[in-house]
Structures are given as structure tokens and as C-alpha cells.
């Protein structure tokens, strides 16, 4: 087998076995999965990567309502992404475990693929949690699950990705550790926050592939779209992913191995134009506490600890040579970014 011939996309995700796709709440990884899907069954590169195209099941087992969404938003945004071989499973399921009496929900999948006369070069289980008959922290529950998974594969030759949740920690996917010593590759998103660009920008890193090398960030906007509009006139939205500008990429504000706390980019995007009102830049920095006060620097109502989160921001970017401090006096280094 070639290089080239491991993968469904080049260095990111291998042509067969597991991969697990884990991240914190609301870091994007649906729209993540969903892109990846697209990309496969269009056939289309992949920021730059060769891509093996081939039909993929998409299987989603919460969330089916805002799943239809995003597939809309997709199809809008993306021309002729409509006509790709990607099939959606939009119902709860449970991967049992085998008795007398239970049908192995697995075999449900590929019973209808073989019905439906689909192979799929992928299949993507969202979530692990929601299509998981036991306790995350079992290990025999977590390696039926994983065995379950495994023969989707065997039954395809294909691969399987499952989205998952992190732990309590937010440093690694949640529950037994057999199913990241089972896959053969491991990819975690994030929701990053870029100076100007909180809670738009999302990254994608491989922690770890088999036979191969990790990767650097990959960087990805959430663009919201318009797809309609409900019968009171309130609009429907929903997001679609598309590659970071390098610029913006380039200016994301590091801090301590990481970027800025939003509670920092917060407190700096309100003192820039009081910077920038300023003649000298210099702004008293009563005045620039009392303004972040006022704001949602804080999602707490309670002024100590706005008063706390206020203070974590300055130290975080003084720290971080965003501004400078003299006396009673702040000004603000850094113009944010420009589009």
C-alpha cells in the first residue's frame, strides 16, 4: 500500500480503523465532522490535501433538528454539495450489548447500508456518548463499544470516526482510556479566541495518527448563514466552517503557550478605541475599569467578580506586552485586527 493510499485525507484521516474526534462543549465539533464528510464524499482537497472521495453515512444520534440545519447551510454556501453521496442517520441508537433477546444496534447501520447498496469510505458516530449502552468509565462497556465500531469497519473497510466529549479536565477525550489505545488516530478541537474574532475561530490538531506525523493547529472560522426564516418571521441560522485567513491566523494573541482568555480579549477590545480617542493613547485606568464593569467581561452579574475578571485580564495582557502600564495610566499596543 502507498503513502498515499492511508489515507482518505492526506495525513488527517487514515483509510480504515478508528478515529476519535473529541473536544470541549460547543467547540464546533459537529460542524467539524460535517465538513469532513462533505470533503469526502465530493471528492474536494482539503486545505490542500489530497482527498479519496467515496460515499460516507453520517450518523447522528442528538441533535437531528440542528443537524438538518448545518446540512442546509452546507449546501447553500457550498455549490453542488446536494449531489454528494453523503447519507444522513438521523435517529437514536444504542450499541448494545449482544444477548439472547437484543439486536446488536450496529448491525442496524450496516444492514442498511448493504439494503440501501452503499459501501461508505467513512462513518462518522455523533456522539459516542449518545450511542453508548453503558458507562463511558467501564472498561468492558467502552471496549464493546469499540469492537461494535470495529465492525462497521470490517464490514466496509472503511473508517469509522466518532465524535466525542472531553473529560473533566478538558485536556483529553472523556471516559476509559480503551478507546484512545484502540483508535489510530485522535484529533481534538478547540474553540480558540483571536483578537476581534472570539467565538468564531475553532482549530483542529492531530494528537496523535498511527505511522504518522501530529500536525500544527489548523485554524477554521464559524461563518453563520441565513437559511430561512419560521412562520412568525424570525430568522433560522446556522454556521458553516471555512479556513481561517492567514492574517488572522497570524494575529491571534498568545498567552502562556495559548490565546488570550476571552475575558482578556474583552477587556482590550474595549480599551483600543478609548486608546485610540486618546491624544497621547494614555487612558486613565479607573476609567478603563469602570467601562469593562459595565460590559459583559464577566457572564456573572456579581461585581466581585467582574472586579476579579478584570483584573486576570490586565495581568494577562500586561503579561503579554498587549499593554503598558504607567502610574494611574494604560495604553493599549495593539490595534486588533483589520479585515
Not at 489515507?7 to 476519535?20: A, C, F, G, N, T
Not at 474553540?191 to 490538531?205: K, P
Not at 478609548?274 to 459583559?296: I, K, T, Y
Request: hydrophobic content about 35%.
Amino acid at each position: 500500500m502507498t503513502q498515499e493510499g492511508r489515507y482518505l485525507i492526506d495525513k488527517l484521516i487514515p483509510q480504515r480503523d478508528l478515529i476519535v474526534a473529541w473536544g470541549t462543549p460547543k467547540s464546533g465539533k459537529t460542524f467539524w465532522a460535517l465538513d469532513i464528510a462533505f470533503h469526502i464524499a465530493m471528492g474536494k482537497p482539503y486545505r490542500g490535501k489530497k482527498v479519496v472521495q467515496g460515499p460516507v453515512l453520517y450518523c447522528a444520534f442528538e441533535g437531528q433538528h440542528g443537524l438538518r440545519d448545518r446540512v442546509t447551510a452546507y449546501h447553500m454556501h457550498h455549490k453542488g454539495s446536494d449531489e454528494a453521496p453523503l447519507w444522513l442517520m438521523l435517529n437514536r441508537m444504542t450499541f448494545t450489548r449482544p444477548t439472547n433477546t437484543s439486536l446488536r444496534k450496529h448491525r442496524e447501520v450496516i444492514e442498511l447500508c448493504l439494503a440501501e447498496g452503499v459501501k461508505p469510505v467513512l462513518v462518522i458516530l455523533d456522539t459516542l456518548n449518545r450511542s453508548l449502552d453503558g458507562s463511558e468509565s467501564s472498561d468492558e462497556d467502552m471496549t464493546f463499544y469499540t469492537k461494535a465500531a470495529e465492525e462497521i469497519c470490517d464490514a466496509f473497510n472503511c473508517a469509522t470516526l466518532i465524535v466525542h466529549h472531553c473529560g473533566v479536565n478538558q485536556e483529553r477525550p472523556r471516559g476509559h482510556t480503551s478507546l484512545t489505545g484502540t483508535c489510530s488516530c485522535q484529533i481534538a478541537i478547540r474553540r480558540e479566541t483571536v483578537l476581534g474574532e472570539e467565538d468564531r475561530v475553532m482549530s483542529a490538531q492531530v494528537e496523535y495518527i498511527k505511522d504518522g506525523p501530529e500536525g500544527p493547529k489548523q485554524f477554521s472560522y464559524l461563518r453563520p448563514i441565513q437559511i430561512g426564516s419560521d412562520e412568525d418571521g424570525n430568522i433560522i441560522s446556522s454556521c458553516v466552517i471555512e479556513a481561517a485567513p492567514d492574517d488572522v491566523v497570524a494575529t491571534g494573541q498568545k498567552a502562556g503557550g495559548g490565546f488570550l482568555s476571552s475575558q482578556a480579549v474583552k477587556a482590550l477590545a474595549i480599551l483600543q478605541p478609548m486608546s485610540q480617542r486618546a491624544d497621547d493613547g494614555w487612558v486613565r485606568l479607573a476609567d478603563w475599569r469602570e467601562a469593562c464593569m459595565r460590559s459583559n467581561i464577566s457572564a456573572s452579574k456579581n461585581v466581585e467578580s467582574k472586579r476579579k475578571a478584570f483584573l486576570r485580564a490586565l495581568d494577562q495582557l500586561n503579561e503579554n506586552n498587549k499593554i503598558v502600564i504607567k502610574g494611574e495610566m494604560v495604553k493599549s499596543l495593539t490595534q486588533g485586527v483589520t479585515k
